[in-house]
């Protein structure tokens, strides 16, 4: 008997396979909803690792090894670790083809840049991709990853050449950064040459072999594991460890997610009982047929049972499969746009599925029983009466509303009760949608965190003084002088002064180490943009190389430097001496700075550089400056850019002072860092023009004597007087004299080498000055401001950290700055232009970031750090505070949305349900209308008039409502 009615039901089955195929359709969608928010949720944290392997590379512990071969056993050996993939260093090179003496090595502190070959297994592994061109594949080809070729200044185009120690090599491909993205990614070959070439350039070779975690490995402290790997390996200067992918902690939003599972399934249980409840009701005149075909109530209910359960494991199955299909294929979109894999399908999706699926089973089970426990009502005995006279006019609403009122008030009511509650559910999710979004906003308006870039080397702070020798007198020929100390900017330039520019350092204060030459290059910028979850960039301008002068200076607040710095407290709390930020004048900051200046300040005046804001912090005694005050002129000095006609050479090796070394030696061959007299004169020779002489024999003799005549006359019949000195003067005279009449040329002037020694000594004297000695821009300080905490919290956005002494000016004010240092250069090296390496330009070398709620499941926080701390940045983070605020709105957003989309889709549901069961309620009414003449276009006037009421109710969804309802009512017409 039990295969006889098991092979009845797949025959009904069969022969009713289009009502079937729709029932299964609609069971379908349930449970592709129930498993796409089970693979949501189980994927979001998968999704968010696999961003950072994408940025920082699927590797998690790598070794270097320059002494032989062989990798290490202990890590090669270990049970967490897969094999290992290989990259190979052979050789290494400067940036900006620096060169190579032993005295630039020395004091130079640039990252080399490693020359090598990678394995096909190693690029995957790392997700490096190529930005344009391809792989070298001949001997003369190499392929480099952006950020080397910006650091090596040669090219950046396809088909560019690049030489690597006299060999010239054709740029074949770009590839997107990864050495100044990854973790100790400087330590891998930025440019990759083919195997064959490596080994005829090997020099120092260095082997690199990266590991993966294996695929059962979850801990949640990667850290301690890699610190146990690197303590058993015995190694700890040539390990690196992936603290990018492996530090960060992921948001799983395990609490929405749960909700979600829950709504959604619920969701899909109502709706799926309702499909078969439904289905169940068409099979009762088959089910009466059956038993007066001698079936038992028992074999009806097993017949209707196995029907469910194959209409529900064929939905389960291809509902699942579907969903599961459609995500593995938005993975792949995903792995095709993005470049990052991590769908996977754990075991807990199917068994949740299958846990709905039981519980229709018996959800369907318990429908089955209590349909059977009930007779079905053949009609109503309630009696309505109707007072007014049906007339054609009043016949369809009379007709409708007569036909409503067969419901009973009472359940009429709870019909519109329900309705309006899931209405005012939806309007209040809404309103919680746009209120949580609107605080959201409002909250996160500011900047996540703020990241200023720092060189490498740091810059004592220090003033150069004016060291004067004034001309006191002349006595028996002899020039007798007065030595005294000038701080820049307070003394005009006087060839006979003979200035001289002396370093003093200030003590107990951090060193500089942000300039704008050492700012971000379109490598940085364009790596940022890419960043998901990013919502916005804002560039600025920091400053803590540059040092500041003002009128009155207190000069005895520096300490002479020898070289080092000398401790003053704690070097923890050590704080800058000056700081600059120079903002884009708007009105939000000037808002914030008039405030805290008391309402002094002139907004043209402030956004044209002429005036500023100078915040003044205690000194390491606790007292504050007393010259610096209101109305001071502010100098911002020269940065120290290396002088190839003095011996200044300071112990610190920026990077702008090694490209001014760089580009002096270039310029003139034979300089390194000492005077050499002869290069000297030869290139001020051979460039100096006569305009430039005559100016400086001009201003020489205007400043010390305009005719040795007058020394003749004074001191002749006296014992002062020398003859020899006389004549010498005289003959000098003269020649220039004869020079300024066009008698005689540059060479026969530069014969007499007392002539060009003092040529030459006052073109010296005069870079050095403007160069070292005057300022590069000077601005009105209209404000001083004391620090405080107060202040601290208002700026904090703007300014990274503030020093005993911080401006905040306009960028017209310091792209002044950059324009004249350039200047300086370009006219006392007689230049028309200078090289780009070496021009100082208004680039950013500070960005502001504010990140949206993509970040929350992109890993944009972590991404950002990781990556721009490899990039040189220093990073002050504002983002936990915010990072929970995301994710308590998403959070909310989710869970109104899901609450509104639950409330809609419940409502829709139940009201069709009500829709369908009345017309089956009025089915014999309508019928004998339609036999008693009335049209269709009546009777389904008839039934929309009621659906149009009861819309009413949830207005916010009445057309669609309604166009559901006139589509099922006129299906029903239809068949009466």
Not at 33 to 44: D, E, K
Not at 659 to 678: P, V, W
């Amino acid at each position: 008997m039990n295969s006889e009615l098991i092979a009845l039901t797949f025959k009904g089955l069969c022969r009713r396979w289009r009502e079937v195929v729709r029932v299964v359709a609609v069971v379908m969608i349930s449970f592709m909803f129930v498993t796409g928010v089970l693979l949501y949720s189980g994927n979001m944290k998968k999704w968010q690792t696999a961003i950072n392997k994408q940025h920082f590379g699927n590797w998690f512990v790598m070794f270097y090894n320059s002494t032989n071969k062989s990798e290490n056993d202990v890590i090669k050996n270990h049970p967490y670790l897969e094999q290992a993939v290989t990259a190979v260093t052979v050789r290494s090179i400067e940036p900006l083809s620096v060169d190579s003496d032993n005295t630039i090595e020395a004091i130079s502190a640039t990252d080399k840049i490693m020359v090598g070959t990678m394995s096909d297994e190693f690029i995957k592994m790392g997700s490096i991709t190529m930005e344009q061109g391809h792989m070298p594949e001949m001997d003369n080809e190499v392929a480099a990853d952006r950020n080397t070729l910006i650091e090596l200044g040669q090219g950046m185009n396809i088909g560019d050449i690049l030489t690597i120690d006299d060999t010239t090599y054709t740029i074949c491909g770009i590839i997107n950064s990864y050495t100044n993205v990854w973790q100790s990614g400087n330590r891998l070959p930025g440019v990759i040459v083919t195997d064959t070439q490596a080994d005829v350039i090997a020099d120092e070779i260095t082997y690199i072999y990266a590991y993966r975690l294996r695929d059962f490995i979850s801990e949640t402290d990667y850290n301690t594991m890699y610190q146990c790997i690197a303590s058993e390996s015995g190694i700890r200067n040539n390990i690196a460890y992936n603290s990018g992918v492996y530090d960060y902690q992921s948001w799983d939003n395990e609490r929405v997610n749960r909700y979600m599972y829950m709504l959604i399934m619920i969701i899909g249980i109502v709706a799926v009982t309702y499909q078969i409840i439904i289905y169940n009701r068409s099979r009762n005149n088959v089910r009466f047929i059956q038993k007066t075909l001698g079936a038992t109530s028992a074999q009806t209910i097993i017949i209707t049972f196995l029907e469910n359960v194959v209409i529900l494991g064929i939905s389960a199955i291809a509902g699942s499969c579907i969903a599961l299909g459609a995500g593995k294929v938005i993975c792949l979109v995903l792995e095709h746009t993005k470049g990052v894999t991590f769908f996977r399908i754990d075991k807990d999706i199917y068994i949740k599925v299958i846990i709905m699926m039981v519980i229709l089973v018996v959800v369907s089970i318990i429908s089955i029983l209590l349909s059977g426990c009930h007779k079905k009502k053949q009609g109503s005995n309630r009696t309505v009466k109707i007072t007014g006279n049906l007339m054609k006019k009043n016949f369809i609403i009379n007709t409708a509303t007569r036909l409503m009122r067969t419901n009973g008030i009472i359940v009429n009511i709870l019909v519109r009760v329900f309705s309006f509650v899931m209405a005012v559910i939806t309007v209040l999710c809404g309103i919680g949608i746009v209120t949580s979004y609107g605080n959201y906003k409002e909250q996160c308006s500011t900047p996540d965190c703020v990241n200023y870039m720092v060189d490498n080397v740091s810059t004592v702070p220090c003033i150069y003084y004016d060291s004067l020798h004034e001309l006191i007198k002349i006595e028996n020929g002899i020039r007798y002088t007065e030595n005294s100390r000038v701080i820049p900017g307070c003394n005009e330039f006087n060839i006979a002064d003979g200035h001289s520019a002396r370093a003093y350092y200030f003590s107990g204060f951090k060193s500089g180490k942000s300039g704008i030459y050492n700012s971000a290059n379109d490598d940085i910028i364009n790596n940022l943009k890419q960043i998901e979850g990013i919502d916005d960039i804002f560039y600025g301008y920091y400053e803590t190389t540059r040092s500041f002068t003002w009128d009155n200076m207190n000069i005895n607040i520096t300490t002479n430097g020898v070289g080092s710095e000398t401790e003053g407290g704690s070097s923890e709390n050590r704080k800058y001496m000056f700081a600059g930020e120079y903002v884009d004048i708007d009105k939000e900051i000037f808002d914030i700075l008039n405030e805290c200046a008391g309402g002094k300040l002139d907004y043209n005046a402030l956004k044209e550089g002429t005036q500023s804001v100078v915040f003044l912090d205690a000194d390491n005694n606790g007292e504050y400056d007393d010259t610096m005050k209101d109305g001071v002129t502010l100098n911002l000095n020269n940065y120290y850019m290396g002088n190839p006609f003095y011996n200044i050479k300071s112990f610190y090796m920026d990077k702008y002072t090694v490209a001014c070394n760089k580009f002096f030696t270039d310029l003139i061959s034979e300089y390194r860092y000492t005077i050499d007299s002869k290069d000297m004169y030869e290139y001020i020779s051979d460039n100096i023009s006569r305009e430039q002489i005559i100016e400086i024999v001009d201003e020489y003799l205007r400043h010390t004597y305009d005719d040795p005549t007058d020394y003749y006359n004074m001191y002749l019949n006296t014992d002062d007087f020398d003859q020899d000195y006389y004549e010498y003067r005289k003959a000098n005279y003269d020649l220039y004299m004869a020079y300024k009449r066009g008698e005689v040329s540059k060479e026969e002037l530069f014969e007499n080498l007392s002539c060009k020694g003092e040529v030459l000594g006052s073109w010296y004297s005069k870079y050095t000055y403007y160069s070292l000695l005057e300022p590069a821009a000077s601005t009105n300080v209209a404000k001083v401001i004391i620090l405080t905490d107060e202040i601290r919290d208002k700026l904090k956005y703007y300014v990274p950290e503030f020093g005993q002494y911080t401006i905040i000016g306009s960028t017209q004010l310091l792209q002044k700055a950059l324009d004249n240092q350039n200047n300086v250069m370009k006219k006392y090296l007689f230049l028309d232009e200078l090289p780009d390496y070496v021009t100082l330009k208004l680039r950013p070398n500070q960005f502001n970031i504010r990140y949206n709620l993509k970040s929350s499941f992109a890993a944009t926080d972590n991404v950002v750090r990781s990556y721009l701390k490899t990039a040189g940045f220093d990073t002050i983070s504002y983002s936990e505070e915010k990072n929970l605020l995301r994710q308590r709105t998403i959070e909310s957003l989710m869970s109104y949305g899901v609450t509104a989309f639950a409330a809609i889709i419940i409502y829709m549901i139940v009201s069709m349900i009500i829709v369908k069961n009345r017309l089956e309620k009025y089915r014999s009414r309508l019928k004998l209308l339609s036999d008693t003449g009335a049209e269709k276009e009546q009777l389904v006037k008839i039934c929309m008039y009621e659906c149009i009421r009861e819309s009413l109710w949830f207005i916010v969804l009445m057309p669609l409502e309604l166009l559901i309802c006139l589509v099922i009512v006129k299906k029903f017409v239809n068949r009466i």
